[in-house]
């Protein structure tokens, strides 16, 4: 494997479980395991010419037809996990022969290892922080009467106005900043490992998040986590700020890369 000179490899994933048994079709409807030595990979055989070169190209950047394939490969990852820790392969990791994979997993395996050892008994969660500044800002700002006035103002209170709202400005800069230390600190305790994330760009900036963090939660803190999420969730909604936690997810933010100098 694989089968034909035309094929490559398709890793979905690597699993330290002895025996795994995956009912999903996957991305080309042949998915199986190979052994590595302490290790199980699940992989597939795919058309070299639909995932390389220029048609490769192509495909990956047209949503028709990654979607399908990116539900598929979700769904061998899942189905793995199910055995046990998992390093999820991303999407799209082809490898020439078995050999060459065979290369890239030996010569990663202290990585591998550790990652196992890491991922051991966790899941990944992930928690999105999104600010309402116009919300943030009155509920910080101490507004005094004569500055709700409705009287026309003069030059000298105009400037001092502008002075005071860049000083609330600034100062709310800094509050978010010392907020979101303490939520970050207080997730982290109950996580195992703590990473930021780059969120996708939404098509409005104003739905995008302030900080997108990933977790990685021992499944014995996963209610206590949710609950400490809930907790500063409701604790600053009138302050503008919201968290956001989705997941269980496979441990992608927290896996290494393999070494891929045999990759096609």
């Known amino acids: 494997m694989p089968?034909?000179?035309n094929d490559a490899l398709y890793l979905y994933g690597i699993t330290g479980a002895p025996s795994v048994s995956i009912s999903a079709s996957g991305v080309a409807g042949a998915v199986r395991t190979m052994q590595y030595a302490d290790w199980t990979a699940v992989v597939d055989a795919v058309p070299c010419d639909e995932w390389t070169g220029t048609t490769g190209e192509q495909n990956l950047q047209a949503l028709s037809w990654v979607a399908p394939r990116a539900i598929?490969?979700?769904q061998v990852v899942e189905a793995m996990m199910q055995h046990g820790p998992?390093?999820?392969a991303?999407?799209?990791t082809l490898f020439s022969t078995h050999d060459a994979l065979k290369q890239s997993i030996d010569s990663s395996k202290d990585k591998l290892r550790s990652f196992f050892e890491t991922v051991h008994g966790t899941e990944e969660w992930s928690v999105k922080v999104h600010l309402d500044r116009d919300q943030a800002l009155k509920a910080r700002a101490q507004l005094s009467s004569a500055s709700r006035a409705e009287k026309p103002l003069s030059g000298t209170a105009y400037l001092q106005r502008r002075q005071q709202?860049?000083?609330a400005d600034t100062a709310l800069d800094a509050w978010i900043d010392d907020t979101l230390t303490e939520i970050e600190q207080a997730l982290s305790?109950?996580?195992r490992a703590t990473s930021v994330r780059q969120s996708v760009t939404p098509e409005s900036p104003a739905e995008a998040p302030i900080t997108h963090w990933a977790l990685l939660v021992p499944t014995t803190n996963q209610a206590s986590f949710l609950k400490?999420?809930?907790a500063f969730d409701a604790a600053y909604a009138n302050d503008g700020i919201s968290l956001t936690p989705s997941?269980?997810?496979?441990?992608y933010t927290f896996r290494p890369s393999l070494n891929e100098q045999s990759q096609t």
């Open 3 to 5: 089968s034909s000179p």
């Open 72 to 74: 598929a490969h979700e």
């Open 86 to 88: 998992t390093y999820p």
């Open 90 to 92: 991303r999407f799209a």
């Open 165 to 167: 709202a860049q000083q």
């Open 189 to 191: 305790e109950l996580a």
């Open 228 to 230: 400490q999420v809930e």
């Open 247 to 251: 997941g269980p997810w496979p441990p």
